[in-house]
T-cell receptor
Framework: DAGVIQSPRHEVTEMGQEVTLRCKPI?????LFWYRQTMMRGLELLIY????????DSGMPEDRFSAKMPNASFSTLKIQPSEPRDSAVYFCASSFRMYTDTQYFGPGTRLTVL | AQSVTQLDSHVSVSEGTPVLLRCNYS??????LFWYVQHPNKGLQLLLKYTSAATLVKGINGFEAEFKKSETSFHLTKPSAHMSDAAEYFCVVITGGGGNKLTFGTGTQLKVEL
């Protein structure tokens, strides 16, 4: 398996623009997680899905952020409108089960909002 | 409430000397504990995990950690540091108790000097 795939790897946009980050989890994994990493706040869990259903979105910072998982092999994280404080590295991870199984992380998307 | 504390934000060791990265947790339920490593500009990779089996857990690259319930600790050790160990290390706790809860520590940056 190719592992968790994220695109794009780098995104530079201007404040106010819509940004869409994409993730393809490992085939057969039931859980998908979106994280944000910044120097100030460290690694934060934004939302996770189980079998394509959002389970916990309490980490989503505000209504400008939304995430979807239309099928088992694809998820998106959208920011609209984007703001400079959204600049961060966004990671997607997947796991077979939540409790004890390893999470496999993608390489991340580095987002810069000017 | 659940929390993870990584006691040192930065650790510096000489190559060939032992490594100790400290992690303490608090949890109302029996936790699963993990250590992940993040090399520069990379996603996170699992080093090892504890899931209520043996309290001494061996991971990849010569790392191990011991779960000590009485001390609520899960410190990461390695007998002899290698230059390639330089990275950021995250301690993670997952508990159930009616709602999956995942918490990352703030990370420890390990520097290995010649």
């Amino acid at each position: 398996d190719a592992g968790v795939i994220q695109s794009p790897r780098h995104e530079v946009t201007e404040m106010g623009q819509e940004v869409t980050l994409r993730c393809k989890p490992i085939s057969g994994h039931d859980y998908l997680f979106w994280y944000r990493q910044t120097m100030m706040r460290g690694l934060e869990l934004l939302i996770y899905f189980n079998n394509n259903v959002p389970i916990d979105d309490s980490g989503m910072p505000e209504d400008r952020f939304s995430a979807k998982m239309p099928n088992a092999s694809f998820s998106t994280l959208k920011i609209q409108p984007s703001e400079p404080r959204d600049s961060a590295v966004y990671f997607c991870a997947s796991s077979f089960r939540m409790y004890t199984d390893t999470q496999y992380f993608g390489p991340g998307t580095r987002l810069t909002v000017l | 409430a659940q929390s993870v504390t990584q006691l040192d934000s930065h650790v510096s060791v000489s190559e060939g000397t032992p490594v100790l990265l400290r992690c303490n947790y608090s949890s109302s339920y029996s936790p699963s504990l993990f250590w992940y490593v993040q090399h520069p500009n990379k996603g996170l990779q699992l080093l090892l995990k504890y899931t209520s089996a043996a309290t001494l857990v061996k991971g990849i690259n010569g790392f191990e950690a011991e779960f000590k319930k009485s001390e609520t600790s899960f410190h990461l050790t390695k007998p002899s540091a290698h230059m390639s160990d330089a990275a950021e290390y995250f301690c993670v706790v997952i508990t159930g108790g009616g709602g999956n809860k995942l918490t990352f520590g703030t990370g420890t940056q390990l520097k290995v000097e010649l």
